[in-house]
């Protein structure tokens, strides 16, 4: 079974940078796409960015500009560089996989959520 560790969330005054990573282990499989999503108190679970397996990313509008999603495929690594953070980019960020696990005539996919990294950006 794979698992997801995250990295990289903490404290950052308005205008900083930080740099999140995931990294998916623990298994044979194929890595469909790669998101982080985030989740402010009170609010709902919402996208930030995807990059799938072919490269083609999509990005928030409300980040578009500021973060940028890139992979590391040898490390079946993601990771979130986020630039010119704002007090309203605050919230846990969740890493999210899509996998597919295959066999003898078979295979599976799987969807996988990190325990998340709190971000916290003052003004």
């Known amino acids: 079974q794979a698992q997801l560790v995250e990295s990289g969330g903490g404290f950052v005054q308005a205008g900083g940078s930080l740099r999140l990573s995931c990294t998916a282990s623990g298994g044979i499989f194929s890595i469909n796409s790669m998101a982080w999503y985030r989740q402010a108190p009170g609010n709902q679970r919402n996208l930030v960015a995807i990059?799938?397996?072919?490269?083609?990313?999509d990005i928030a509008d409300s980040v578009k500009g500021r973060f940028t999603i890139s992979t590391d495929n040898a490390k079946n690594t993601v990771y979130l560089q986020m630039n010119s953070l704002k007090p309203e980019d605050t919230a846990v960020y969740l890493c999210n996989v899509d996998l597919t696990v295959s066999g003898d005539g078979w295979s599976t996919q799987y969807d996988y959520w990190g325990q998340g990294t709190q971000v916290t950006v003052s003004s």
């Open positions: 990059i799938n397996s072919d490269g083609s990313t």
